[in-house]
């Protein structure tokens, strides 16, 4: 494995190399002692703290690069928990035998809590996220077969079918263009490669109701809504404790998760940040499975499924040999259009 050794950065091996391309004329990249140059238009990507950044700001992402550098640990596995795990084989589908050996895009990555998973699982795992969550990312999977990037899924900086396995999971719907996020990624897999969707569900009456406090909190100072969460937790004790009054204490608590609705998660830790995630995002858009389905299958994707938690979805690209290529395929080729 080839690296070129700056301070931090220990460069890029070889193998990822290979699939990087320039955001601005899709040429092939050079690397040298602090960056890459695009060989065909010169374009510069810089590292900056140890990581190549195809975008210079975080844009509308900011408070997940708060959330993910406050929370970097949370739900990262452990010895005793296992949950990102199982909620990564409950969202996708995907088995270890699915990805060993694969090389894998962790589309919006976050601090990576997914790539730790399927590093482990002995996959080589590409990880691009908008915001300041890839140092995050970074730190967690040191050591790991993994590169992590900061880059927009709207401007993905890699070359056609350079992948085996995508998966992007609580990503594509805090974009400002859900659809569109997806149609970028077909194209990114190799024919026969899988794709794994999770998003939103548009048949949860409890989403709605959050909306209307989202109008405000979505414009908060990550800082103070991250204390007004922390302040939040108690109302679960409460909840808890209303559900043990015989006959009007369930409907007291339920009436009480309308009025505030935020998370239930037994972990206080968890509590907060998936408090905090939920009304700090900037956009966040509700889907259905029928909708999804469609995006599916105007992309030429097959075998499309749906998976165990609403709304997750799996496809793989039809893998028919070139010059020949089917229907499927030219759809494919046009949603990267
Ligand atoms: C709710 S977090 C999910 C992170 C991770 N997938 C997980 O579940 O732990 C959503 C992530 O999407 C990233 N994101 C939002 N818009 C993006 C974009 N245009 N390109 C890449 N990542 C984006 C955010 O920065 C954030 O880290």
Redesign the pocket.
């Given at each position: 494995m080839k690296t070129v050794k700056n301070g931090t950065w220990p460069g890029v091996a070889d193998e990822f190399l290979a699939i990087l391309r320039c955001t601005q004329c899709r040429g092939s990249l050079r690397q040298d002692a602090d960056g890459l140059t695009c060989l065909q238009c010169s374009h510069r990507v810089p590292v900056v703290g140890g990581l190549l950044r195809f975008v210079d700001a975080?844009?509308?992402?900011g408070s997940?690069?708060y959330?993910?550098l406050k929370h970097k640990h949370t739900?990262l596995d452990t010895e005793a928990s296992r949950r990102?795990e199982a909620d990564f084989i409950e969202k996708t589908g995907l088995t270890p035998d699915d990805l060993r050996g694969k090389l894998v895009l962790?589309?919006?990555?976050?601090?990576?809590?997914?790539a730790d998973v399927v590093t482990k699982w002995r996959a080589h795992v590409v990880g691009?996220?908008?915001?300041r969550?890839v140092e995050a990312a970074a730190q967690n999977l040191a050591g790991r077969e993994a590169l992590v990037l900061q880059?927009?899924?709207?401007s993905l900086p890699f070359a056609p079918e350079s992948f085996d396995v995508i998966y992007?999971?609580?990503?594509?719907h805090?974009?400002?263009d859900c659809r569109l996020?997806f149609e970028k990624l077909p194209q990114l897999l190799k024919p026969g490669g899988k794709i794994a969707v999770w998003l939103y569900s548009a048949y949860n009456p409890w989403y709605r109701a959050s909306d209307f406090y989202r109008v405000f909190t979505r414009r908060m100072k990550p800082e103070w809504l991250h204390r007004l969460c922390t302040l939040a937790v108690p109302i679960y004790h409460i909840h808890n404790f209303l559900r043990k009054i015989p006959i009007l204490g369930r409907p007291a608590s339920g009436a009480l998760r309308l009025a505030f609705p935020m998370s239930f998660n037994p972990d206080p830790e968890w509590r907060v940040l998936d408090t905090f995630?939920w009304y700090s995002?900037y956009?966040q858009s509700k889907h259905t499975y029928e909708e999804v389905f469609r995006w599916f299958e105007t992309c030429g994707l097959r075998e499309i499924r749906g998976g165990q938690v609403p709304i997750s979805v799996q496809g793989t690209r039809p893998g028919v040999p070139r010059p020949d290529s089917s229907s499927e395929e030219q759809a494919v080729e046009r949603c990267a259009g």
């Open positions: 975080q844009q509308y992402a997940f690069g959330q993910w739900q990102s962790d589309v919006g990555c976050g601090m990576g809590r997914y691009i996220d908008l915001s969550a880059a927009d899924v709207f992007s999971l609580g990503v594509l805090h974009t400002p996020a995630d995002a956009y």
